[in-house]
């Protein structure tokens, strides 16, 4: 059974950080590209940021370039995105995903797996 599990979500001022994690099992991790999308109330789902396993290129959306860093532990089957400079705009659920293909797939919107995700909430 496929699981991506979210961790590390919360409550932050704006400026601050946050540091999500995504524990995968039941698939062949490293084949796979691991990258995070949000959904925030009355706004259309966003692809924030990709990570492909096989060389490690990364995939920002322009509304967190600069700000948010994704990284991968293979060793440990997970990935993390750190999130800095939060802003209020960045408030959503965050949700990990193995999307359809690789990276492209964020892009597009095309997702195999999707964990249950995980609140970000920034105060102004």
């Known amino acids: 059974e496929v699981q991506l599990v979210e961790s590390g979500g919360g409550l932050v001022q704006a400026g601050g950080s946050l540091r999500l994690s995504c524990a995968a099992s039941?698939?062949?991790?490293?084949?796979?590209?691991i990258g995070w999308f949000r959904q925030a109330p009355g706004k259309e789902r966003e692809g924030v940021s990709c990570i492909w396993r096989s060389d490690g290129r990364t995939y920002y959306a322009d509304s967190v370039k600069g700000r948010f860093a994704i990284s991968s532990d293979n060793a440990k089957n997970t990935v993390y995105l750190q999130m800095n400079s939060l802003k209020p705009e960045d408030t959503a659920v965050y949700y990990c995903t193995a999307p359809h293909g690789d990276c492209s797939g964020l892009i597009t919107g095309e997702y195999d797996y999707w964990g249950q995700g995980t609140q970000v909430t920034v105060s102004a």
């Open positions: 039941g698939f062949a991790f490293g084949g796979y590209a």
